[in-house]
């Protein structure tokens, strides 16, 4: 079982690195965007902004409330666009490649086949936070040069690494997706579906009385 969740990472190998390079660099270039804000632009109240705050709450008052309001919020779905892309592709699509059947043939149970991909699912999510935490910390020493901010060095880290059970999350519906749907398309529709509805429903429904319950 270990060799086998030893081959699932070796698979992941080449986009862990792509994504976690990829996630890495947004969140260092956003970041730096931070200084060059125009002065009118840090100081505007998103809060009667229905538009922004369908996407999230917005403040740009401070390096951290920027990081907060953009980096951060958006790298979460960065990162849950890859969840359900890899693990969507992990059941599904390898039965329409061809490759499950080979699979199942190991001296294996499958409840170690999927466990095994499972736990390299989840190594590899936490792998691209990783390099995502990194960008962040390297953001942080170059602002931190430029402007005063309250913002230690390794700030960014633990902020970025909580986003792991979300992640998490997001894979296993999308594995179990994998495993019930005939189609890779459908599995990852659905995947994106449950996404996109859960971010726009946190968003969207506090903004009326009556649903801010659900």
Known sequence: MLSYFRYELRTRRGSMIGWGLGVGFYVLM???????????????????????QSLGN??????EAYIASTVLMFMVIIIAIYAVSDSTGTLVGEEENGTLELMVTLPLHRWQIVVSKAAALAVSGLVILIAA???????TIAVNAQIETSLPTFGMVLPILSAWPIVFIIMMICLFFSALMP???FAAGAGALIVAGSYLGNNLLPMVESMQGV
Not at 58 to 63: D, L, N
Not at 133 to 139: N, P, T
């Open 58 to 63: 917005f403040e740009m008052g401070t390096f």
């Open 30 to 52: 956003y970041s730096l965007f931070y200084p060059s804000l125009p002065t009118e632009f840090m100081d505007m109240d998103f809060s009667e902004n229905q538009l922004y």
């Open 183 to 185: 189609q890779r398309r």
């Open 133 to 139: 935490s990194l960008g962040g910390v390297i953001a």
